[in-house]
């Protein structure tokens, strides 16, 4: 393990993990009735598959998308869709993650949250998970989307490629997005987990000596 400088994390099933049951409660208000069935079915595959097609998140450009499918979700009711998320979906914050987000800040790391979603939604589940006071930057869906090189360039700054480091769950976004921009990555999984990292990170410092991630 190399004496990184700046930390990228992703965001969901990563440092969050959350429950999206208060979503359709939402949506619930302004999709019709007789649409909501087939709405709720699609509708993850539908901002899946904009991901891969659009370079960004953008209000118009996402409810233009949602219409193209043949459901009306306007520009106000996305907005709404964000700030309804923020406050409102039940985030479990990934054990390790508090002690971890301590230890870097101590020994003046730089901590960067990388996440495909609009900012505003991000910003306040952080908040309101007591994560956000730790976090130097973020950059989010708003500005680019990962597996995107300028994604993951807007998150590495000017800083040195073998001073950062992603962390993340998914191959995909995470891990082929930090190949391409020629930086490192753990890759968050059952077996490698946040908590794992962190004593990684701890037995780098007591013995001074490269840890192997894998």
């Known amino acids: 393990m190399n004496n990184y400088k700046k930390y990228i994390f992703d965001l969901d ?7 999206w049951s208060m979503e359709d409660e939402y949506f619930k208000k302004y999709i019709p009735k007789e649409q909501q069935e087939e709405f709720f079915k699609q509708k993850q595959d539908i901002l899946n598959e904009y991901e891969i097609t659009h370079k960004k998140y953008d209000l118009k450009e996402l409810s233009d998308f949602f219409e193209s499918y043949g459901f009306y979700v306007s520009e106000k009711v996305i907005y709404g869709w964000m700030i309804h998320n923020g406050n409102k979906i039940i985030d479990k914050v990934s054990d390790g993650v508090k002690e971890l987000f301590e230890y870097l800040k101590n020994n003046k790391k730089m901590i960067v949250v990388l996440t495909n979603w609009f900012s ?7 908040k309101r998970a007591g994560l956000y006071k730790y976090i130097d930057k973020i950059v989010a869906g708003d500005d680019a989307m990962k597996p995107s090189l300028k994604a993951f360039e807007l998150a590495i700054e ?3 490629k073998d001073e950062c480091i992603m962390i993340g769950d998914s191959i995909k976004s995470d ?3 930090a190949q391409r921009a020629g930086i490192d990555c753990y890759i968050i999984d059952k077996e ?8 990684k990170l701890l037995s780098y410092e007591l013995n001074n000596k ?5």
């Open 13 to 19: 099933y990563t440092i969050l993990i959350p429950d």
């Open 120 to 126: 505003e939604t991000q910003i306040l589940r952080l």
């Open 158 to 160: 000017d800083d040195l």
């Open 175 to 177: 891990k082929i997005g």
């Open 192 to 199: 490698h987990t946040i908590m794992d990292f962190y004593n």
């Open 210 to 214: 490269k840890v192997e991630i894998k």
